[in-house]
């Protein structure tokens, strides 16, 4: 009571203007707050948001001045050709039997068809001529040897003489001379008898190779003559058929692709078309300047004869197409100065002249200006020019 008693009119009035200055100076600083907290929050959202927009805008001036371009790479021309080439069959091994001398035909072991090996007997000779013409040979040997050698028993004395100086040089010379020509007449006639007995075994003919019997001209006493006469003709005709041969004619521009080992589809279309392997063994090396080809050589095997010398075949040939390189055709840049492409070079486009060889459609063939690897321009813009800098994305990855 002595407290409020106390309280005087002018201490209230003191008390009651404090309270009014607090409550105005607080309701001054009420906006500043608010300003400054909606800054803060402001700054807090925005200038990130201010950043990315920055970023978008580089990263789209950036693009904007280098240009995205997809690249693929010149390749090396893997490919085959293909070509299909008529062909006759034969047999890897042909042969014509002839006699070699005159004579009959005493026995014949073989008729066409029949399957021999190598040695077997096909024909057996009878010649009575030659027979008779080896008597007498036999009959002159026994005399030039007789003579030879009476000869030189009278040299050996005329040697004797010679030293003994009772006959002349002279004679003792002739003397020497008579005994070197009946030793040479006497040579001779061994030679003669000789070749005489060598044409004897020719009265049987052998077969050369295992093969089979195609054709023959004789029969039982049939007259056969020499084959160097005028008129000879085959008495069989053999063919080795395990293997077959096929001779092609491969055009010259193949011609320096094809290699021995290459393989090959034969196929008959009496056989139902069926591809029937074989092997280039051989090549004749030189073009025909006539045929402007290359004849060729290839095997095939044999071993059930369903392959018969004499069928006519089409081989397929699949060589190895020209060592060229390949572009895809979508890369062509064609102009006022001529073809080209964009080569990149380290995110640099350098336009290439080149000169097209064959079109394969979605690629061609590049002769020059251009190495396997190098990244070329796909679907290049009208614009693209030399030194203008891209980034080069690969089909199917980046570059």
């Not at 042909?94 to 077997?120: K, W």
């Not at 004797?160 to 009946?182: H, I, K, M, S």
């Not at 190495?371 to 080069?392: F, H, L, R, T």
Request: charged fraction near 20%; charge should be positive; hydrophobic fraction near 45%.
């Amino acid at each position: 009571m002595m407290r409020s008693a106390m309280r005087t009119p002018a201490s209230s009035s003191l008390r009651a203007g404090l309270r009014t200055s607090t409550r105005a100076r607080h309701g001054r600083m009420m906006p500043i707050v608010f300003v400054l907290i909606f800054a803060g929050l402001l700054a807090a959202g925005l200038l990130p948001r201010l950043a990315q927009s920055r970023a978008r805008a580089d990263e789209s001036a950036r693009s904007t001045a280098v240009p995205t371009v997809f690249t693929e790479p010149v390749k090396r021309d893997t490919t085959t050709t293909p070509f299909e080439l008529p062909a006759t069959l034969t047999g890897v091994h042909e042969a014509s039997i002839f006699a070699r001398t005159n004579g009959f035909v005493r026995q014949l072991r073989v008729d066409i068809g029949s399957p021999v090996r190598a040695g077997d007997t096909l024909v057996v000779l009878d010649m009575p001529e030659l027979r008779e013409q080896e008597r007498q040979a036999t009959a002159v040997l026994e005399q030039t040897e007789a003579s030879a050698k009476l000869a030189k028993t009278s040299l050996d004395r005329w040697k004797q003489l010679a030293t003994q100086g009772v006959v002349t040089p002279q004679e003792f010379d002739e003397r020497t001379a008579t005994a070197n020509v009946t030793d040479a007449n006497a040579r001779a006639a061994r030679a003669n008898l000789a070749n005489l007995r060598e044409l004897q075994r020719f009265g049987v003919l052998v077969a050369p190779f295992h093969g089979v019997v195609t054709a023959r001209s004789i029969d039982i006493g049939s007259l056969v003559v020499a084959g160097a006469a005028a008129g000879a003709r085959p008495l069989l005709s053999l063919v080795q058929t395990d293997t077959v041969r096929v001779m092609l004619q491969v055009p010259q521009s193949a011609a320096p692709r094809v290699r021995v080992g290459m393989r090959t589809a034969v196929v008959v279309s009496d056989l139902g078309n069926e591809e029937i392997m074989g092997t280039v063994v051989r090549t004749a090396g030189a073009i025909d300047p006539v045929t402007r080809t290359l004849l060729t050589e290839v095997h095939v095997p044999n071993a059930q004869r369903r392959l018969l010398p004499g069928m006519f075949a089409t081989v397929r040939l699949k060589v190895p197409s020209s060592p060229s390189l390949r572009v895809p055709a979508i890369a062509l840049i064609v102009r006022g100065d001529g073809t080209q492409v964009a080569r990149v070079e380290k995110d640099t486009v350098r336009l290439v002249p080149i000169t097209i060889g064959r079109d394969y459609g979605t690629s061609l063939e590049v002769l020059g200006g251009l190495q396997p690897g190098d990244q070329v321009v796909v679907n290049p813009p009208e614009s693209m020019a030399s030194g203008q800098p891209v980034k080069a994305i690969a089909r199917g990855g980046v570059k």
